[in-house]
């Protein structure tokens, strides 16, 4: 049965209306991926040896590395759930046509389920800890006490796996453990109460007993059988269609008038977000953005030259690369009928693009806070902002016109829906919108000034400002050049 499935997949794969952009895409990320669990192989290999040498050192109190590595592996799982929860794509299915075949629904369930259990996310711990463990049988450790501690370490990530689903699809499920890795997060990072003086001893209690991994495996196959019977209870057409009955109100966008025929696409896109979970968490994500540039401000960053000028165009940018980088995917779900009608694509780009714009301005409002951290951290917003409007705002239009991939705004209801609003494709995408700032700051920044380099970013921006009616006529032309193929792609709903 699993070989009538892979069969439905590349074929779906090969005759996507978008398979060489897709082609494309996978490979530049399977290059990634290999890389990365290069460097993991690598990592569980060394980390014995470079904890060692620490610890004779000095640099580090422990009695061996093995002591560190139980230590710190709760804030290694902890960073497992966040990256899965923000990259891992859901086990969708397409329930429809599979309904229609001869599939029985605990098959597709079980198909979609372990198609988690064999990704990449879980397929990057084990390349950690399995060379780890040789290196712990090869430095003499008991062999049924490091076999017991990796079948443990294998139980744990099998069961964020699950849980990661489950918070992907119930809100229960999501505000409590958000609650809970933000408290610790907190009162750990300030010293009020550090969890590893109760973690590191469970951790070691897996090594001591052999028969305790039991215990993460049995909670991995719980979960698992679980998620099985949920999805299976959902599998239907008309799952989450049901909803909660609300007065209905009206909403007053009056105020955007102003921009005059614009004003239309600007309301229907405000009422998405307030209205469409999926557009919410972006807009939200997108937001959050602004506190980035926290991440630089540390000794190791600090030295880097162009780090500033980074967090500049993160902070005020997260609404623009989110949300205007699924642009006009948005739309897709009607795109066809919106080209059917009298639509200058003019207005409907224009509508996009002041949207990104406003958006970025109140994120560089709220960016305000950094000037307490130094005139150096505020300008770097402003030139940040600059760019992102003038410029940035642009080059996401341009590469709009190649975005092929449709968006169910009605997938977070589903049982296997696929509610990601930031996944790998879109980080993929944010490579030329960064680059290019990046080698204009050098550009000015190392051979004259950081000044210099601040001020190269804010002209490019105000440029792009002065030559926006230029640049949208070569952007009208794109989309115009790719409406059909667009349009096919978005009538495809696999």
């Given at each position: 049965m699993l070989k009538y499935f892979l069969s439905l997949e590349w074929k779906s794969f090969l005759r996507s209306a978008a398979f060489k952009q897709n082609l494309a895409i996978k490979i530049i990320l399977g290059?990634?991926?290999?890389?990365?669990?290069?460097?993991?192989?690598?990592?569980?290999?060394?980390?014995?040896?470079?904890?060692e040498e620490f610890i004779e050192d000095g640099k580090i109190n422990a009695g061996s590395?093995?002591?560190?590595?139980?230590?710190?592996?709760?804030?290694?799982?902890?960073?497992?759930?966040?990256?899965?929860?923000?990259?891992?794509?859901?086990?969708?299915?397409?329930?429809?046509?599979?309904?229609?075949?001869?599939?029985?629904?605990?098959?597709?369930?079980k198909y979609a389920l372990g198609k988690?259990?064999?990704?990449?996310?879980?397929?990057?711990?084990?390349?950690?800890?399995?060379?780890?463990?040789?290196?712990?049988?090869?430095?003499?450790?008991?062999?049924?006490?490091?076999?017991?501690?990796?079948?443990?370490?294998l139980g744990?990530?099998?069961?964020?796996?699950?849980?990661?689903?489950?918070?992907?699809?119930?809100?229960?499920?999501?505000?409590?453990?958000?609650?809970?890795?933000?408290?610790?997060?907190?009162?750990?990072?300030?010293?009020?109460f550090d969890i590893t003086i109760y973690t590191q001893p469970i951790f070691e209690f897996f090594y001591n007993n052999a028969w305790s991994f039991v215990l993460p495996i049995g909670t991995a196959v719980f979960f698992g059988w679980y998620a099985y019977k949920y999805f299976k209870g959902q599998l239907y057409l008309d799952a989450g269609l049901k909803s909660k009955v609300k007065e209905a109100k009206t909403e007053d966008l009056s105020f955007l008038d102003r921009f005059g025929?614009?004003?239309?696409?600007?309301k229907n896109d405000i009422k998405l977000i307030k209205r469409n979970k999926r557009a919410?968490?972006?807009?939200?994500?997108?937001?959050?953005?602004?506190?980035?540039?926290?991440?630089?401000?540390?000794?190791?960053?600090?030295?880097?030259?162009?780090?500033?000028?980074?967090?500049?165009?993160?902070?005020?940018?997260?609404?623009?690369?989110?949300?205007?980088?699924?642009?006009?995917?948005?739309?897709?779900?009607?795109?066809?009928?919106?080209?059917?009608?009298?639509?200058?694509?003019?207005?409907?780009?224009?509508?996009?693009?002041?949207?990104?714009?406003?958006?970025?301005?109140?994120?560089?409002?709220?960016?305000?806070?950094?000037?307490?951290?130094?005139?150096?951290w505020w300008l770097a917003m402003v030139c940040g902002a600059i760019y992102n409007i003038g410029f940035n705002s642009s080059v996401v239009l341009w590469g709009g016109a190649y975005v092929k991939t449709p968006i169910d705004l009605t997938s977070n209801k589903k049982a296997f829906g696929d509610s990601k609003a930031f996944n790998a494709k879109t980080l993929l995408m944010?490579?030329?919108?960064?680059?290019?700032?990046?080698?204009?700051?050098?550009?000015?920044?190392?051979?004259?000034?950081?000044s210099a380099g601040f001020i190269a970013i804010a002209v490019t921006g105000i440029l792009g400002l002065l030559f926006r009616n230029k640049i949208f006529e070569i952007i009208e032309g794109l989309y115009k050049e790719e409406k059909y193929d667009t349009i096919a792609a978005y009538a495809q709903k696999n």
């Open positions: 290059f990634f991926a290999f890389i990365i669990l290069l460097e993991f192989i690598g990592l569980g290999a060394g980390s014995y040896f470079i904890l590395p093995f002591e560190v590595i139980n230590k710190f592996l709760i804030f290694w799982f902890v960073v497992d759930l966040v990256f899965r929860y923000a990259m891992q794509k859901m086990p969708v299915a397409n329930i429809k046509p599979l309904l229609y075949l001869p599939f029985t629904k605990g098959k597709i369930v988690t259990v064999f990704s990449f996310f879980t397929l990057l711990p084990a390349m950690f800890f399995i060379p780890f463990s040789i290196v712990l049988l090869a430095k003499g450790y008991d062999v049924a006490g490091v076999i017991s501690w990796h079948l443990a370490m744990i990530t099998l069961s964020l796996n699950f849980l990661n689903i489950f918070i992907n699809n119930k809100d229960v499920v999501f505000y409590p453990v958000a609650a809970i890795i933000g408290v610790f997060a907190i009162t750990q990072y300030y010293g009020i025929k614009i004003s239309t696409y600007l919410r968490t972006t807009f939200i994500m997108g937001f959050l953005f602004v506190f980035y540039g926290f991440f630089f401000m540390n000794d190791i960053y600090e030295q880097i030259n162009g780090m500033k000028i980074f967090a500049g165009l993160f902070c005020t940018g997260g609404f623009l690369f989110s949300f205007g980088g699924l642009v006009p995917s948005w739309d897709s779900s009607y795109y066809k009928l919106m080209m059917s009608q009298n639509i200058p694509y003019r207005e409907f780009l224009l509508s996009k693009w002041w949207l990104m714009v406003i958006c970025t301005a109140v994120s560089f409002l709220i960016c305000t806070f950094y000037l307490y951290f130094g005139l150096d944010l490579i030329p919108k960064l680059i290019l700032p990046i080698v204009i700051y050098y550009a000015f920044g190392l051979t004259i000034s950081e």
